[in-house]
């Protein structure tokens, strides 16, 4: 174990929204809920518990953890972590690893054939662009 792991450390996001009254379902990793910056009669606040995101539809704000900290006590990242710290918040962690994260919507699928875009020969439609 390395010496910044506690770094790396975020507060979960389950544990802020409980923080500030954000009546949340605990059953489910994503849905709506009245947002805890500003004045709500109506649920437009969404939250993501796997991806530890959150936005706001109405005030057009979103983030992560420290984002909602920060818009909600009106400080910098710093303040917003000394305050996670402070109220010992569940934590989840922040990334940082050596792991393979893959950024494409298709990792894990089959690979396409190369020649499957080669129409020629196979007869059928072609459209005008291609003629």
């Given at each position: 174990?390395?010496?910044?792991?506690?770094?790396?450390?975020?507060?979960a996001l389950e544990a802020v929204l409980e923080h500030y009254g954000v009546d949340i379902n605990s059953h489910r990793a994503m849905g709506m809920a009245r947002c805890p910056l500003h004045e709500d009669n109506t649920p437009s606040f969404s939250y993501n518990t796997d991806r530890q995101l959150w936005k706001c539809?109405?005030?057009?704000?979103?983030?992560?953890?420290?984002?909602?900290?920060?818009?909600?006590?009106?400080?910098?990242?710093?303040?917003?972590?000394?305050?996670?710290a402070s109220l010992a918040l569940a934590t989840r962690d922040?990334?940082?690893?050596?792991?393979?994260v893959s950024?494409?919507?298709?990792?894990?699928r089959r690979a396409v054939p190369a020649g499957s875009r080669d129409r020629k020969g196979r007869g059928g439609y072609t459209p005008a662009w291609r003629r």
């Open positions: 174990m390395d010496n910044d792991a506690p770094e790396r450390e975020k507060p539809h109405s005030c057009g704000e979103g983030g992560d953890t420290y984002t909602l900290i920060m818009k909600k006590e009106s400080t910098d990242f710093v303040g917003a972590r000394a305050f996670a922040g990334g940082g690893g050596d792991e393979r950024g494409s919507a298709y990792g894990g």
